[in-house]
């Protein structure tokens, strides 16, 4: 989860976990994120958010309603109210426009393809919701995009609400690809006798 970590010290200068509660969201929108097919916690995602759409739900529950935008079909995306696709690179413009119509002080992105409509109708969703809404970005989506969801978690009030953070779960968030570049320059080097290799096969 090289992203997720990396896009986290961007926002806060160390790598943390974010943990989402999709039982406390009404509006969800998910930058390329598969919260129900892929994401760690997935069972759990995907139970808090059947739980806001239950039409016996207690009264003093809402239903919640889900965007998604994303580069491919996923179960998150089936379950969606509202899906647009983009390309995996547009979702950063999608995120940088999102965050201007909200306020924020971000670069504006080059790509004019962004539908403007979409842009309008989220961010007045979530101002309207603030609080008790939560954006999502994907692991595979770059490090800027996590911080930009951070920062729009961060000024619509959802963090301690709908998202927390915690340390990270893996011991030691090092960036994975390149470690694993400097194993290899290591073996190609001859530095290396002996590798064990648990759990996976390359």
């Known amino acids: 989860r090289d992203n997720v970590y990396a896009g986290a010290a961007l926002a806060f200068g160390a790598a943390v976990e974010p943990i989402y509660r999709l039982d ?51 179960i998150t995306g089936a379950s969606a109210d509202h899906r647009l696709p983009l390309k995996a ?38 101002q309207a919701h603030a609080g008790t809404s939560l954006v999502v970005a994907g692991d595979h989506q770059p490090a800027i995009v996590h911080a ?28 994975q690809i390149q470690s694993l570049r400097e194993l290899v320059e290591a073996m190609t080097a001859g530095q290396v006798d002996l590798l064990l290799i648990l759990g996976s096969n390359p």
Not at 55 to 72: G, I
Not at 148 to 175: E, R
């Open 24 to 74: 406390q969201a009404d509006v969800i929108v998910s930058l390329d994120a598969d919260l129900f097919g892929t994401a760690p916690g997935r069972v759990r995602y995907a139970r808090d958010f059947a739980d806001g759409r239950r039409v016996d739900a207690p009264a003093e529950r809402n239903r919640n309603r889900l965007y998604v935008l994303e580069s491919m079909p996923t």
């Open 148 to 175: 930009l969801a951070h920062a729009l978690n961060d000024a619509l009030g959802n963090v301690g609400k709908t998202v927390l953070y915690s340390d990270p779960v893996v011991a030691q968030p090092v960036n």
């Open 89 to 126: 690179g547009q979702v950063e413009a999608f995120a940088r426009a999102l965050a201007l119509a909200l306020g924020l002080t971000v670069a504006a992105s080059e790509d004019t393809t962004i539908p403007a409509t979409w842009v309008s109708a989220i961010a007045a969703d979530l």
